[in-house]
């Protein structure tokens, strides 16, 4: 038996799928398209190819993330805060306090045996984000990748005043006119972003094991960085499908759940609804 979860989000798509072990059978990461609709179809039969095997073959189907409410073929839509919970629980058994930096927001998770207690979002500006990340590396005339390296390599990393993108931009651009080192501005900017991304999780109370997830936890200047204000901080072999992940043993558990009350999966439904989109598509 398998079991899918797709997240869809604002910058970046995830799709897994798992056997009845919840081992992993089968990922995909996609940066995220527009026409969710098709590209969630696209990315699903990119995802079941890799795997050998049809939507039929796949018990319970599970979306979330930003876009969740357009996948056309999800059994069923959960909140992201419910997916990364789960997910990162699945690594970390024992994780308390999940931060997930995205690419258009960042949130706080407290979070006790998988289950959620309490959450903290910033969703309003890109603040802190994915994008802010990317916005600061071309001023910098590198990548968000690059920007982590450089930041290892500081001795004295600049102020940044201003969180905010725009004015954060105006700084950055104002440093390297003075001619400041790349690595001292790029560790300034990381100390800015945990700075915010701490006042922002204090909220809900921060404990150990503390987890970070989404494609910035990638960056090794941020990890350290993060480690300086926040003690022991861990991060997944793949931080971009903890969402999906979750989803997909929330898609295991429905299912399990529906047998128990005798109340199938409807497959046909799941089947007809991706038959309209592309009758729709044509037309």
């Known amino acids: 038996m398998y079991f899918a979860g797709i997240d869809i989000g604002s910058t970046v798509t995830k799709i897994v799928i798992l056997d009845d072990k919840e081992s992993l059978v089968s990922k995909i990461i996609r940066y995220t398209a527009p026409e969710h609709r098709r590209f969630a179809n696209k990315l699903m039969e990119e995802v079941l190819e890799k795997a050998e095997l049809t939507i039929d073959d796949i018990e319970a189907i599970v979306a979330t993330g930003y876009g969740r409410v357009s996948v056309p073929f999800a059994d069923k839509k959960v909140t992201e805060i419910t997916c990364h919970a789960i997910g990162v629980s699945c690594i970390f058994p024992h994780a308390r306090t999940i931060i997930d ?4 927001d960042s949130k706080g998770i407290k979070v006790i045996n998988g289950r959620v207690v309490d959450f903290v979002m910033n969703d309003k500006c890109a603040a802190g ?3 802010f990340l990317d916005v600061i590396a071309e001023a910098l005339g590198s ?5 982590g390296e450089y930041a290892l390599r500081s001795s004295s990393p600049v102020t940044i005043n201003s969180i905010c993108t725009v004015f954060a931009e105006q700084e950055v651009v104002s440093y390297l006119a003075d001619g400041v080192l790349m690595e001292d501005i790029a560790a300034g900017i990381y100390d800015a972003i945990v700075a915010r991304i701490h006042g922002m999780v204090r909220r809900i109370g921060i404990e150990q094991e503390i987890i970070m997830t989404g494609g910035v936890a990638k960056s090794r200047g941020l990890i350290k960085t993060a480690k300086k204000r926040l003690g ?6 793949e931080p971009l499908i903890t969402g999906a992940l979750g989803a997909a043993i929330f898609a295991k558990r429905l299912f399990e759940d529906s047998n128990r009350k005798g109340t199938l999966i409807d497959k046909s439904k799941r089947r007809m609804d991706r038959v309209t989109f592309f009758d729709q598509a044509a037309r």
């Open 129 to 131: 984000t994915g994008r």
């Open 143 to 147: 990548s968000p990748h690059e920007m």
């Open 101 to 104: 930096i995205g690419g258009q």
């Open 232 to 237: 022991r901080v861990l991060t997944p072999p």
